[in-house]
Nanobody, 122 residues
Framework: VQLQASGGGLVQAGGSLRLSCAASGRTFSVYAMTWLRQTPGKEREFVAAISWNDSTYYKDSVKGRFTISRDNTKNTVYLQMNSLKPEDTAVYYC?????????????????WGKGTLVTVSS
């Protein structure tokens, strides 16, 4: 599976962005899909995940602001980010996990895409 994230950019605090991650391959629907992020000097962290049957999971600090969704007909997963804060600034990565048990773990991803930078100005 090859993954390509897009949609990052510069936004003011309180604004919104929608990230997209397009996947290649015909088995997209069987994977759990996850968004993670990383800021310089910090470890990569889990942000949100969606299972093959649309169960969703979120990092506490983004609950109520971010929404993960997937469109299996387009092999794409989305991350709608609202009410953005400067602390959301990071490079965002999408990843795919074969196992639901590891879909919220940074070390549990089987495939990674290149990141897309999100910058939230105060």
């Amino acid at each position: 599976v090859q993954l390509q994230a897009s949609g990052g950019g510069l936004v003011q605090a309180g604004g919104s962005l929608r990230l997209s991650c397009a996947a290649s391959g015909r088995t997209f629907s069987v994977y759990a899909m996850t968004w993670l992020r990383q800021t310089p000097g910090k470890e990569r962290e889990f942000v949100a995940a969606i299972s093959w049957n649309d169960s969703t999971y979120y990092k506490d600090s983004v609950k109520g602001r971010f929404t993960i969704s997937r469109d299996n007909t387009k092999n794409t997963v989305y991350l709608q980010m609202n009410s953005l804060k400067p602390e959301d600034t990071a490079v965002y990565y999408c990843a795919a996990a074969k196992s639901l048990a590891t879909m919220t773990s940074v070390n549990g991803m089987d495939y990674w895409g290149k990141g897309t930078l999100v910058t939230v100005s105060s």
